[in-house]
Nanobody
């Protein structure tokens, strides 16, 4: 059974930092790309960051590039999102995602809330 469990969300002031972590289980983590999405109230779900199985490809949305860093540890089956210089517009539920790959279906974590406010 595939499970993605996020942690690390919370409340922070503008300019602060948070580190999100997603622990994966139930599949061979090193074979799959992983992603972080976010969803703010009243807005569409946004792809924030993507990392390929062996770190060969890493990409970010324009809104977070230069401030957020995605990383993975295949030995621990974790994918992290380091978020720096946080802004109020970064407030959202952040979700860990294993994208669909060939015949392998997509999976989502339950999400973790990030609130940036003074």
């Amino acid at each position: 059974q595939v499970q993605l469990v996020e942690s690390g969300g919370g409340s922070v002031q503008p300019g602060g930092s948070l580190r999100l972590s997603c622990v994966a289980s139930g599949f061979t983590f090193s074979n799959f790309a992983m992603r972080w999405y976010r969803q703010a109230p009243g807005k569409e779900r946004e792809l924030v960051a993507h990392i390929s199985p062996t770190n060969a490809t890493i990409d970010y949305s324009d809104s977070v590039r230069g401030r957020f860093t995605i990383s993975r540890d295949n030995g621990k089956s974790t994918v992290d999102l380091q978020m720096n210089v946080l802004k109020p517009d970064d407030t959202a539920v952040y979700l860990c995602n294993r994208p669909q790959a060939g015949r392998w279906q997509e999976y989502w974590g339950q999400g973790t809330q990030v609130t940036v406010s003074s």
